[in-house]
């Protein structure tokens, strides 16, 4: 809970941030608010398919050494 409190308070600052700097630019024009609505989605997309890639290849390989261990258990 200590680290979710932490990364909302972070994610609050700069979206306060962003938002004092940014906020007649974003309501003045409706695409700047669409490309960084598309921007945001983009990163997360891509770095949630990251991690998905990389826990497949640890599932993988702890599959090969279950079943490298069990033939040379006995």
Do not use: P
Not at 14 to 25: E, K, R, Y
Not at 29 to 42: A, G
């Amino acid at each position: 809970m200590k680290k979710f409190l932490s990364t909302f308070f972070i994610c609050l600052v700069l979206c306060g941030i962003g938002t004092f700097f940014f906020a007649s630019l974003l309501i003045s024009n409706i695409w700047y608010i669409t490309v960084l609505i598309s921007l945001i989605l983009t990163i997360l997309i891509l770095v949630f398919s990251y991690y998905e890639e990389r826990i497949e290849k640890l599932e993988k390989t702890v599959e090969r050494m279950q079943r490298n261990e069990a033939g040379t258990g006995d």
